[in-house]
T-cell receptor, first 114, second 113 residues
Framework: AQTVTQSQPEMSVQEAETVTLSCTYD???????LFWYKQPPSRQMILVIR??????QNATENRFSVNFQKAAKSFSLKISDSQLGDAAMYFC???????????FGKGITLSVRP | KAGVTQTPRYLIKTRGQQVTLSCSPI?????VSWYQQTPGQGLQFLFE???????NKGNFPGRFSGRQFSNSRSEMNVSTLELGDSALYLC????????????FGPGTRLTVL
């Protein structure tokens, strides 16, 4: 099975500090896409960031950036200047060019300490 | 643009009943995908509809079915409910290009008693 693995179930960060969430994936596809989604307690899944596998440059969105290591099949999310509103469950997901199906990791619960 | 909407937000059913969940995609989006989220199994892909046709299917029993209407709204039906069907059901929409980002709705929380 082609899987997405998030090995840390929980992490905590102090407000204004930086935290990195880890994700590894497995795929035999050459055309694939990686995502981080955030799911706050309200349950709405929100897109945080997207990375195309063919792009060497790491994606960034304001305080969120990724470290995409294609050879290692690693895709970590860095959150800078953490805010209380960043507290949520974060899911790493992989999509392919073959179909719309997303494969998700188990998620990581991030708490932010004031 | 309005986001993806799902109705109802909460449902309580008993074993053996059937249930229908509804999803309205973002305006202009033609693809709707459904996912089941449980604490034990995480997020699992159910199926995807595009232009009123099922384009992709996950590994779920035939009790789970869906359809899509000409306005791209989609419904998901679960027949003969089991306790294990209790879950958050999420739908997501995109333009229809398989590589396009999927945008999720708020989900329907189904509880089977």
């Amino acid at each position: 099975a082609q899987t997405v693995t998030q090995s840390q179930p929980e992490m905590s960060v102090q407000e204004a500090e930086t935290v990195t969430l880890s994700c590894t994936y497995d795929t035999s596809e050459s055309d694939y896409y990686l995502f981080w989604y955030k799911q706050p307690p309200s349950r709405q899944m929100i897109l945080v960031i997207r990375q195309e596998a063919y792009k060497q440059q790491n994606a960034t969105e304001n305080r969120f950036s990724v470290n995409f290591q294609k050879a290692a099949k690693s895709f970590s999310l860095k959150i800078s200047d953490s805010q209380l509103g960043d507290a949520a469950m974060y899911f790493c997901a992989r999509g392919t060019g073959a179909n719309s199906k997303l494969t998700f990791g188990k998620g990581i619960t991030l708490s932010v300490r004031p | 643009k309005a986001g993806v909407t799902q109705t109802p937000r909460y449902l309580i059913k008993t074993r053996g009943q059937q249930v229908t969940l509804s999803c309205s995609p973002i305006s202009g989006h033609r693809s709707v995908s459904w996912y089941q989220q449980t604490p034990g199994q995480g997020l699992q892909f159910l199926f995807e509809y595009f232009s009123e046709t099922q384009r992709n299917k996950g590994n779920f029993p035939g009790r789970f079915s869906g359809r899509q209407f000409s306005n791209s709204r989609s419904e998901m039906n679960v027949s003969t409910l089991e306790l294990g069907d209790s879950a958050l059901y999420l739908c997501a929409s995109n333009s229809g290009q398989v590589t396009d980002t999927q945008y999720f709705g708020p989900g329907t929380r189904l509880t089977v008693l």
